[in-house]
Structures are given as C-alpha cells and as structure tokens.
C-alpha cells in the first residue's frame, strides 16, 4: 500500500475472496480505535453486527459475484469499543496478478446524521413554539435563521456525499433498506392490533445461467420486468422490493395462510406465463411465512427462506408456504 493510500481522507480495507482482511489504512483504523494486528487475518464480517451480516449476505455477495462492484452501501460497523458508526460502503473486485480481492471504501456518515437529527430536532421546537401562545416573535425568527443556516450546512455535507435513497435504482421498486422498515412497521402493528401478515421471498430459477448465457444487460433487463409484473400483480396494500441479487419480497398485509399460498401460486403462474422475448422463458421459486406472536423479524424470513428452499429442492417454479414443511 503506498503513503497516500495509507493516510487518504477516507478508509480503505482489502478482502480476499473468502472475507479475510489482508490490508487496512490509517485513516480506518485511527477511525476505529484499531490497531494493524487487531484486523489483518480477521474475517470482515467480524466487524458487523448480526443484522448487519444478513445486509452483507443478502446484497453485497450477490452484487460483488454479480457485477465485480457494489455502490452506496449504507452499513454500520463496530469499533474497538462495540459501539456501532455509520459508514457509506464502495467496493469493487480486482484481480492483480492473478490474485483476486476486493478493495472497499469506506465514507464516515456520522456528520451527516448527527446535522439531521439536529434539524430534526430543531423543526419540532419550531412547532412547538407556534402552539405556545406566550412565545415571542423574536425567538421564532431566531429559531428560523437557525434552520435555514443548518439546512445550508446539510447541503454543503450532501454535495459530498449520494444520498441514500429507499429505492432499488435498477429495478425502480423498493429496496432492502425500505423492506426492513416497513416489516418492522407490520411486526408492531400485529403486536399492537393482532393484524395478521404474511411474507413471500421470490427467487429467479437458474438466473446465472440467464447472465452466463445472454449477458449481464439481458440479466438487468430480466429483474427490471421481473419487478415491473410483481408491481402489476400486487395489491394497493403490499410491498414489493428487491432483496439482493435476484431474490425479491413481498409484505402482505391482512394476509392469512390461505390467501398468502393463494396470491404465491397466482403470482408464479404470471411469471411462467409472461412472455420473455429475449430469453424463452423465466420462472420463479417462492416461499411463504405467515407471522405468528412466536415470530421475530429474523424467524420469519428465516421461515420463507426455508420454504423458498423447498420449492427450490422439489423443482423449481413452484410455491411453497413453511406450513406445509412441518
């Protein structure tokens, strides 16, 4: 690693193929309280906490394997004290004689967040001055001025930075990101109002022979339709979004065992029956979990996992629910 590499204004860690560290700059590891022994040799994933691995597997292998490179990754690693600090994630695979790894940049976010919530918390007392009757004028104008003169300062940190944004940009549905919210959003209310949700995680049959065949612009072209029939064929209600690589979900609201096998098969007899002009054909494998007051946010799409397994092992296009693996 050269001088400017080493002491560049950003991290760099490099990984072989298996995730083991084999270089790290300065600027990484001053950020994180690290020491050289401390990382080289260690495995990449012991720097992520468990929700953070289940990001990592589910969208930055299958990107790297995919497409040699992933981009805008929004991650948050562990230092030496276990606290947790935000990071924006570039990587990309290279090969230099005839050793393949891949280098990862890495972009502190903590100043970024800390100027939203600061103007977060800056607006509600603006609120909250409006409601008070006995508030002076001055104060609202001061309070203003600071919010105008923060929201230029969080432009100046922006225009640094890409913002992160809940859509997938290949396909135009959801992404990962936005599929966790919004399941952490049915989990609550089925605990608060006891209203019962299912979930579906769909896989493309043999994609990477679609991508080792036609190419990886056909492949792109496959998920963006993919995405596009899913759209037309959910309810107001759902939510679809892309889960990584080829493998896309489904939150159904109000969905109980019956109608979640139901709306699964529908949906993988649409996507056999869709024309695919470029490429013959295209199936899909999907598996159900409905959730139940023993579920978590990890048990079920562990769940839907295991049932999209199922579908995968008994043949491929073709739906399964976790009911019917018992």
Same mark, same amino acid.
């Given at each position: 690693?050269?001088?400017?590499?080493?002491?560049?204004?950003?991290?760099?860690?490099?990984?072989?193929?298996?995730?083991?560290?084999?270089?790290?700059?300065?600027?990484f590891?001053?950020?994180?309280?690290f020491?050289?022994e401390?990382l080289?040799?260690?495995?990449?994933?012991?720097?992520?906490?468990?929700?953070?691995?289940?990001?990592?597997?589910?969208?930055?292998?299958?990107?790297?394997?995919?497409?040699?490179?992933?981009?805008?990754?929004?991650?948050?690693?562990?230092?030496?004290?276990?606290?947790?600090?935000p990071?924006?994630?570039?990587?990309?695979?290279?090969?230099q004689d005839s050793?393949e790894m891949?280098?990862?940049?890495?972009v502190?976010?903590?100043?970024?967040?800390?100027?939203?919530?600061?103007?977060?918390?800056?607006?509600?007392?603006?609120?909250?001055?409006?409601?008070?009757?006995?508030?002076?004028?001055?104060?609202?104008?001061q309070?203003?001025?600071?919010?105008?003169?923060?929201?230029?300062?969080?432009?100046?940190?922006?225009?640094?930075?890409?913002?992160?944004? #809940? +859509? @997938?940009?290949?396909?135009? $549905?959801?992404?990962?990101?936005?599929?966790? &919210? !919004?399941?952490?959003?049915?989990?609550?209310?089925?605990?608060?109002?006891?209203?019962?949700?299912s979930?579906?995680?769909?896989?493309?049959?043999?994609?990477?022979?679609?991508?080792?065949?036609?190419?990886?612009?056909?492949?792109?072209?496959?998920?963006?339709k993919?995405?596009n029939?899913?759209?037309?064929?959910?309810?107001?209600?759902?939510?679809?979004?892309?889960?990584?690589?080829?493998?896309?979900?489904?939150?159904?609201p #109000? +969905? @109980?065992?019956?109608?979640? $096998?139901?709306?699964?098969?529908?949906?993988? &007899? !649409?996507?056999?029956?869709?024309?695919?002009?470029?490429i013959?054909?295209?199936t899909?494998?999907?598996?159900?979990?409905?959730?139940?007051?023993?579920?978590?946010?990890e048990?079920?799409?562990?769940?839907?996992?295991?049932?999209?397994?199922?579908?995968?092992?008994?043949?491929?296009?073709?739906?399964?629910?976790?009911?019917?693996?018992?």
């Open positions: 690693m050269n001088e400017r590499l080493r002491e560049a204004p950003c991290g760099f860690i490099s990984i072989d193929r298996n995730g083991y560290i084999t270089e790290v700059n300065n600027t590891l001053e950020w994180m309280g020491k050289q401390n080289i040799g260690k495995h990449f994933e012991s720097l992520l906490s468990t929700g953070n691995k289940l990001i990592f597997h589910s969208y930055f292998y299958p990107n790297i394997n995919l497409h040699g490179y992933v981009e805008e990754l929004f991650i948050n690693l562990r230092n030496q004290n276990g606290e947790a600090i990071y924006l994630m570039n990587a990309r695979h290279v090969k050793i891949i280098d990862c940049i890495f502190q976010m903590k100043k970024r967040i800390d100027y939203e919530l600061e103007l977060r918390k800056t607006k509600k007392q603006m609120e909250e001055a409006y409601i008070e009757k006995n508030i002076a004028f001055a104060k609202l104008e309070i203003y001025l600071e919010i105008e003169k923060k929201q230029i300062e969080l432009m100046e940190i922006n225009s640094g930075l890409v913002e992160i944004s #809940n +859509t @997938d940009k290949l396909t135009g $549905i959801p992404n990962r990101r936005f599929f966790q &919210q !919004k399941l952490e959003e049915q989990i609550g209310c089925y605990h608060k109002e006891q209203k019962v949700f979930l579906l995680i769909i896989d493309i049959d043999h994609f990477k022979k679609v991508n080792d065949t036609y190419g990886h612009h056909i492949g792109d072209m496959a998920l963006i993919l995405a029939i899913l759209k037309s064929q959910v309810r107001p209600t759902d939510i679809p979004a892309r889960f990584g690589g080829e493998e896309f979900t489904i939150i159904l #109000n +969905t @109980d065992v019956e109608e979640a $096998i139901t709306i699964s098969q529908n949906m993988n &007899q !649409k996507v056999a029956q869709a024309e695919w002009n470029e013959g054909s295209l899909i494998s999907l598996g159900a979990a409905t959730f139940t007051k023993k579920d978590t946010e048990s079920i799409i562990e769940n839907a996992d295991q049932a999209l397994y199922s579908s995968k092992k008994m043949g491929r296009n073709r739906a399964t629910h976790y009911r019917d693996l018992s």
